[in-house]
């Protein structure tokens, strides 16, 4: 499984940007899904996961209200839409594919390269 981010860049505070995970493998479509990112110092942290069929969405409390998670099994293909974008949010934000349930994820241990999203004050 090849998962690849992108999508990332220099934002305003309160403005919006629109990731993408595109996966390879066919797979893709029986496996949860999630979002990480990790600030410079900082262990790495869930945003937000999503089950196989899309139906069940988790997010960190965070980021909730603010951001939304979905996927596309027919493009293999998962996006995070941000809005209302803090300074606090800067981070690389990761994809993985791993196994979850409507209140639980595990990850897998494929991840992308990381997208880089930095919001200004």
């Known amino acids: 499984v090849q998962l690849v981010e992108s999508g990332g860049g220099l934002v305003q505070a309160g403005g919006s940007l629109r990731l993408s995970c595109a996966a390879s493998g066919s797979t893709f479509s029986i496996n949860a899904m999630a979002w990480y990112r990790q600030a410079p110092g900082k262990p790495r942290e869930l945003v937000a996961t999503?089950?196989?069929?899309?139906?069940?969405?988790n997010y960190a409390d965070s980021v909730k209200g603010r951001f939304t998670i979905s996927r596309d099994n027919a493009k293999n293909t998962m996006y995070l839409q941000m809005n209302s974008l803090k300074p606090e949010d800067t981070a690389v934000y990761y994809c993985?594919?791993?196994?979850?349930?409507?209140?639980?994820?595990?990850?897998?241990?494929?991840w992308g390269q990381g997208t880089q999203v930095t919001v200004s004050s």
């Open positions: 993985n594919t791993g196994r979850g349930g409507s209140k639980w994820y595990s990850p897998g241990n494929y």
């Open positions: 999503i089950t196989s069929g899309g139906g069940n969405t």
